[in-house]
């Protein structure tokens, strides 16, 4: 894993030094790079911590049953992390195969009946919608051991500093 500082949110920055993994947060301004790659391999990893907290907001100050499963099942997830915090890229890959990728898939079946179960402007389908979006790249860590679950280890390592990005190549 590498720390790379550009002085700026702009995909270009990116595009002129990545070809692999990019662990990122939700800023959809990160989209771009994948549209101005020229056939680089980029893939956005995307942050189970920004997903969830689309979730726990609604729980903070009202009843919300559907986001309150919905962050049963991302615990879930983070517990099988905690067990193979530290741990080669290769064991981290086998614990994630063999515990995360079931939870994994209940947890997408779960997100797409829960969206039919609300209305389709409540502030829980917005959430639901935000995950679903970015799904292809919060589901990243299951195929590569090396890629974090979230980019909360970066994030705090920088603030309140100018934020940089992890790149993970495999």
Request: with cysteine; net charge positive.
């Given at each position: 894993m590498a720390f790379i500082y550009a002085p700026g949110r702009l995909g270009q920055h990116v595009?002129?030094?990545?070809?692999?993994?990019?662990?990122?947060?939700?800023?959809?301004?990160y989209n771009r790079v994948l549209d101005l790659r020229d056939?680089?391999?980029?893939?956005?990893?995307?942050?189970?911590?920004?997903?969830?907290r689309k979730l726990y907001e609604l729980t903070h100050n009202n009843v919300a049953p559907i986001a309150e499963e919905g962050l049963k099942q991302i615990a879930a997830l983070y517990r099988i992390e905690g067990q193979?915090?530290?741990?080669?890229?290769?064991k981290r890959l086998a614990m994630r195969q063999?515990?995360?990728?079931?939870?994994?898939?209940?947890?997408?079946?779960?997100?797409?009946?829960?969206?039919?179960?609300?209305?389709?402007?409540?502030?829980?389908?917005?959430?639901l919608k935000y995950i679903v979006k970015y799904w292809d790249g919060l589901i990243l860590f299951l195929t590569d051991g090396c890629i974090e679950m979230d980019s909360n280890a970066v994030e705090r390592t920088i603030r309140p500093a100018k934020k940089e990005r992890a790149l993970c190549r495999s």
């Open positions: 595009v002129e030094i990545l070809q692999g993994i990019l662990q990122v947060y939700g800023y959809a301004g056939n680089a391999p980029i893939q956005l990893a995307y942050c189970w911590a920004h997903a969830r193979v915090r530290g741990q080669s890229a290769e063999q515990k995360s990728a079931s939870k994994v898939v209940s947890f997408k079946i779960w997100l797409n009946h829960a969206r039919t179960q609300v209305s389709a402007k409540s502030p829980t389908v917005q959430a």
